[in-house]
């Protein structure tokens, strides 16, 4: 009651809240509130859509939403108030699909974040993160990411190990490339590979040579994979570590739920132990990753295998205090449709150049990518989930690889008619039309990351060439899908790209990224501004559905958050500034100044600095990591344990 609605009946329903706040004042048969915030623009992104000034929290769910003089009927002595100030307070965002360790990985180690750099530069950002860590020993790796090898080389030309080894240290090192195909190491780092002029260059591979076969520095592709295999696997402190600094940059965000998209026993460790320690910030639900290969050739027994981790890692029932839940299983349908790996399963061929470079003419060749599951085997695997009660996560980023994944869900959804099975596709990011309306009549929920819908380094150029204008023209379809009745989730894919969840939501809204965001490909070149493609936006309403009330739904837990609602948990955000009123250009430069989780605030900033508990913020000051301001990206260490992908690419999500 009370409540204000966005729409016509805006008038009627305040009277009526007016109306009621007279006729029941005074606190009597009332309990007190734990925590009552007042005085803001509370977006509850419940079924009605409606607005009301204050929340009032009791034992970790929330007690009531409305008005600012009902809320005070609930404010006994022992109530904290929380002054809104008129700011937007909202359910906590619902991240569909990340990865939560790798993530964190990314957050300690050296980040380049994608600047272009001389050579001098690259050589003062990587001396500042040694000089960062003092007390790592001469044996300890230094490993940099999101280092743009392209702009250096153009700048003063491509650096060698000579660069590295004049810094001051004894450590080895290792910069990785933000496309993922280049290592630059210093001359330990080739002294504790075993890589020297005798070493052959690998298949798939090459190290850069001087005239007399000695390694320059630069190691490509499998090359590289072979110097940094020399780097220790992580240890259980280290992926305990991760954990941690996944947790603080989610709870920044404003993240209270989040789905790790390719979850391991590592995981479960992980995130068990962070929970037994009090210091889970965040609903953490894994879905369990699938081994393609016994996957295909022995279904049942990978989803009996699968089973029996999502029980060790299931806590049951959800409750107000964040817990651990693995009800998912992962799978790889196929690759992915970026340039130059090629490897997303397309209807029809991927182009390619059979005139000359000055001249280019682009025409079909024989690519159609690959499909790591024949139809067969992804009908007889997914039923095998559906009948074990785990729902699908199903990566597909071409159109054939969509294409498979409904058509396994029909045949689902006709062998158990009623099943209440939710299948989700992760990115979809080429759909053939004629199967948009397949996502709602399926019941098959997209979860989309929208900032790749932004021109970037990934998206266009050698991409939009290999894909062809056509098909191109209609890529990252949320928008068409939408318009189809699909419902659109977003997941950020962290770390693949820069853990951003504004700019992705103005991403969403806009299709086109933002040149003053230093993570958005907009803010390194003119090139990158504007539309990725005519397809359609979503409404800024469906983007943040998308982040809150769909992407609950993903993970079965629409009845306990994703809106603010009596009786469901108190997870809620405050903004710095209102999305919903905010001019688009400025949508992607919002921030978060509260998190709360099951009624407990575990961040906040500035003028909400002072809600965080002692115990809580002394545990986010613990949390050191050397990236600044949470920026990552594209940052995946290669054929390191916990990585997300198998797949060779960069785009390894
Ligand atoms: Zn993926
Ligand atoms: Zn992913």
Request: hydrophobic letters at 45%; a neutral charge.
């Amino acid at each position: 009651m009370g409540l204000r609605k966005t729409g016509g009946a805006l008038l009627a329903a305040t009277l009526l809240g007016a109306g009621i706040v007279v006729g029941c004042g005074g606190n009597d048969g009332v309990e007190p509130a734990d925590v009552v915030l007042r005085g803001g623009k509370v977006v509850t992104m419940d079924g009605e859509r409606r607005i009301a000034q204050a929340v009032a929290v009791r034992g970790g769910r929330i007690a009531f939403v409305g008005s600012d003089a009902e809320a005070a009927r609930r404010i006994g002595s022992g109530t904290k108030v929380i002054e809104l100030g008129g700011r937007m307070l909202m359910p906590g965002f619902i991240d569909a699909h990340l990865h939560a360790l790798a993530g964190g990985r990314a957050l300690l180690v050296c980040d380049l974040a994608y600047a272009p750099l001389t050579r001098t530069q690259l050589a003062q950002r990587l001396q500042a993160c040694l000089d960062a860590t003092p007390e790592a020993t001469p044996d300890t790796w230094l490993e940099a990411v999101n280092w743009d090898r392209q702009s250096t080389a153009s700048l003063d030309g491509d650096p060698t190990r000579a660069l590295l080894d004049g810094l001051v240290t004894k450590r080895p090192i290792a910069v990785t490339s933000a496309d993922f195909h280049s290592v630059l190491a210093n001359s330990r780092a080739f002294a504790l590979a075993g890589i020297d002029a005798a070493t052959p260059d690998p298949a798939g591979g090459k190290f850069l040579r001087d005239g007399s076969g000695k390694p320059t520095g630069i190691c490509e592709d499998a090359a590289g994979f072979q110097l940094k295999a020399a780097i220790p696997p992580d240890s259980e402190a280290d992926q305990l570590k991760q954990g941690r600094a996944a947790l603080a940059a989610l709870r920044e965000q404003g993240i209270t739920t989040f789905m790790d998209a390719a979850a391991d026993e590592a995981h479960l460790r992980v995130f068990k132990a962070l929970r037994t320690a009090g210091e889970l910030t965040a609903r953490v639900n894994l879905a369990i990753n699938l081994d393609p290969a016994t996957a295909n050739s022995a279904p049942a027994q990978a989803i009996a295998q699968a089973k029996a981790l999502a029980a060790r890692a299931d806590a049951g029932d959800a409750a107000p205090a964040p817990g651990v839940a693995a009800r998912v299983v992962k799978v790889f349908m196929d690759g992915v449709v970026n340039a130059p790996a090629d490897t997303g399963a397309l209807l029809t061929p991927y182009l390619q150049n059979i005139g000359t470079e000055a001249a280019p003419q682009w025409a079909p060749g024989d690519n159609l990518g690959q499909l790591y599951y024949t139809p067969a085997s992804l009908q007889a695997l997914m039923l095998a989930a559906a009948d074990a009660g785990l729902d699908m996560h199903l990566h597909a980023t071409g159109e054939r690889g969509v294409r498979t994944v409904l058509d396994a869900v029909a045949a689902t959804r006709q062998a158990r008619p009623g099943a209440d099975f939710r299948p989700a596709i992760a990115h979809a990011e080429t759909v053939a039309v004629a199967d948009y309306a397949r996502f709602a009549a399926l019941d098959v929920m997209a979860t989309m990351s929208f900032q790749w819908a932004q021109r970037a380094p990934y998206s266009i150029g050698e991409t939009e060439s290999h894909l062809g204008a056509e098909r191109f023209g209609r890529m990252e379809p949320f928008g068409s899908l939408q318009r189809a009745g699909a419902r659109v989730v977003h997941g950020s894919d962290w770390p693949i790209d820069p853990f951003d969840t504004f700019l992705a939501l103005k991403v969403g809204v806009t299709r086109a990224g933002d040149p003053a965001n230093p993570h958005s490909a907009a803010s390194f070149a003119p090139v990158f501004e504007g539309p990725i493609n005519a397809d359609p936006a979503l409404s800024r309403d469906a983007v943040l559905a998308a982040a809150t009330i769909h992407a609950a739904r993903q993970l079965r837990l629409e009845r306990q958050i994703g809106s603010l609602e009596a009786g469901k948990f108190a997870d809620l955000i405050v903004l710095e500034r209102d999305f919903l009123t905010v001019p688009d250009e400025a949508l992607g430069r919002n921030r978060v100044l509260l998190t709360m989780v099951g009624g407990q605030v575990v961040a906040g900033r500035e003028a909400f600095a002072g809600t965080v508990p002692p115990q809580r913020a002394a545990l986010s000051s613990g949390v050191r990591v050397l990236s600044p301001r949470g920026s990552t990206g594209h940052a995946i260490p290669a054929q390191v344990p916990g990585a997300p992908h198998g797949h060779g690419d960069r785009h390894r999500h």
